[in-house]
């Protein structure tokens, strides 16, 4: 499945869009272009964590660890879930590697994977020292390694994929939008 854009159709009513994939992707950039077209709210679990403890995302994992920082994203997940409202959703890169953020995603959001080669997102990522796993990770060859066990992840949860490479984030958006009007999620949009 790598490589190709794919479409399959979700089992549950979804509320919310939901942006996953690598960091770099273009998660957040997508989500607020299509929360802009679309007169949605836009809200990113990153900032959503550092709200609520007032911490950035490296002094988390320096001071507690990525565990509690997981920890945290996985309340700021579910409370942002909760919401009644449909809203645009960026996610970190790593939220899939709390298992339980999985089936709650799935239940409540169309999950777009924005695929992305680890060489263009790490061209991508102006501030290493922001992603703390990209500071600690020494070499490309974690990094890359790093990428393709959660494009595993992100392949098995997404509703569909769009590859970002090649493509414009307007580019990405207008293929996105097409294809969540394909799956029968229009409204969500609307």
């Not at 298992?99 to 991508?124: D, M, T």
């Amino acid at each position: 499945m790598a490589g190709m854009d794919v479409l399959t159709q979700s089992e549950a009513p979804k509320r919310h869009i939901a942006f996953i994939g690598f960091m770099g992707a273009g998660k957040t950039t997508c989500a607020r272009i299509v929360a802009g077209r679309y007169g949605r709210r836009f809200v990113d679990i990153d900032d959503v964590v550092v709200a609520a403890c007032g911490q950035t995302i490296p002094a988390i994992f320096e001071r507690s660890g990525e565990a509690q920082f997981r920890r945290l994203e996985e309340e700021a997940l579910a409370e942002v879930l909760a919401r009644p409202e449909t809203q645009i959703i960026a996610t970190g890169g790593g939220i899939l590697t709390t298992p339980g953020n999985i089936p709650l995603l799935r239940q409540h959001a169309v999950l777009v994977y924005l695929r992305v080669k680890p060489e263009r997102a790490l061209a991508r990522i102006d501030d290493v020292l922001s992603r703390p796993l990209l500071s600690s990770a020494g070499s490309t060859e974690v990094v890359f390694a790093l990428a393709q066990a959660r494009a595993t992840l992100y392949e098995a949860a997404c509703d569909f994929s769009v590859s970002t490479n090649k493509r414009s984030p307007d580019e990405v958006v207008d293929v996105t939008v097409e294809r969540i009007r394909a799956a029968g999620y229009g409204s969500l949009l609307a």
